[in-house]
């Protein structure tokens, strides 16, 4: 059973950094695209940044370019969220999502697998 379990999160400063986690389990990895949304409240589920297994493609979200970096570990099927220079405008609850075939993958309507989510709240 395809599943993806978030970790990381939590209140943090502005200027300071998190990192966020993704375990997906009962997929080939390597076929994914792994990417992460964002949802504050009173707002759509919005992009913040997408991985491509099979090339390692990469794609970032203008509002997050040059803060946030997405990386994975495929011997640990997890992919990550590292968010340095937090702005109180990231706070939101962060979502990590997966899919075999996408086609711009900057749609949340594009993933069928979600993980549980997790809040991250930056304070000024």
């Known amino acids: 059973q395809e599943q993806l379990v978030q970790s990381g999160g939590g209140l943090v400063q502005a200027g300071a950094s998190l990192r966020l986690s993704c375990v997906a389990s009962?997929?080939?990895?390597?076929?994914?695209?792994m990417g992460w949304f964002r949802q504050a409240p009173g707002r759509e589920r919005e992009f913040v940044s997408h991985i491509r297994w099979s090339d390692l493609r990469t794609n970032y979200d203008d509002s997050v370019k040059g803060r946030f970096t997405i990386s994975g570990d495929a011997a640990k099927n997890t992919v990550y969220l590292q968010m340095n220079s937090l702005k109180p405008e990231d706070t939101a609850v962060y979502y990590c999502?997966?899919?075999?075939?996408?086609?711009?993958?900057?749609?949340?309507?594009?993933?069928?697998?979600w993980g549980q989510g997790t809040q991250v709240t930056v304070s000024s």
């Open positions: 009962g997929f080939t990895f390597s076929s994914l695209t």
């Open positions: 999502a997966a899919e075999r075939t996408v086609r711009e993958g900057t749609s949340p309507f594009e993933y069928r697998y």
